[in-house]
């Protein structure tokens, strides 16, 4: 029993020896990040890109309706930090929630 322990131990030794042996070697190529945030000079993008995309992608975005309006969207960015803790400012959801209507919602530009 006493021995199975000790050779557990120095194993998990000897494989973290190896992981740091190898730190500098190893490359690990992740795939390209997910959607991101269309650009855009509206100020709530730069804010936007800080406080809704910690999370998930910008793919949740890009999947909602094209004609939500404001409401939809203000309703949308409260629930994420009302449920999720979303890090944001109660300050910054009118310029987030104008960014998103006007990139993703019902007041795009045609
Ligand atoms: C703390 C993590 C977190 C942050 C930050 C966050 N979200 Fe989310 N969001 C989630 C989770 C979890 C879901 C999936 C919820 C579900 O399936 O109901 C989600 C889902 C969504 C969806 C999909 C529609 C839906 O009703 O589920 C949209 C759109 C969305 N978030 C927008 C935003 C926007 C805009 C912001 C910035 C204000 C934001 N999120 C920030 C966690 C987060």
Known sequence: MKNYLTCGLL?????MMAAVANAGVKRIDLPPDGVQLKASSLPGYEKARLACVACHSAEYMQYQPPTAARPYWENMVKRMKAVFNAPLNDADIPDIVDYLVKTYGNEQAK
């Open 11 to 15: 194993s998990a030794a000897l494989l």
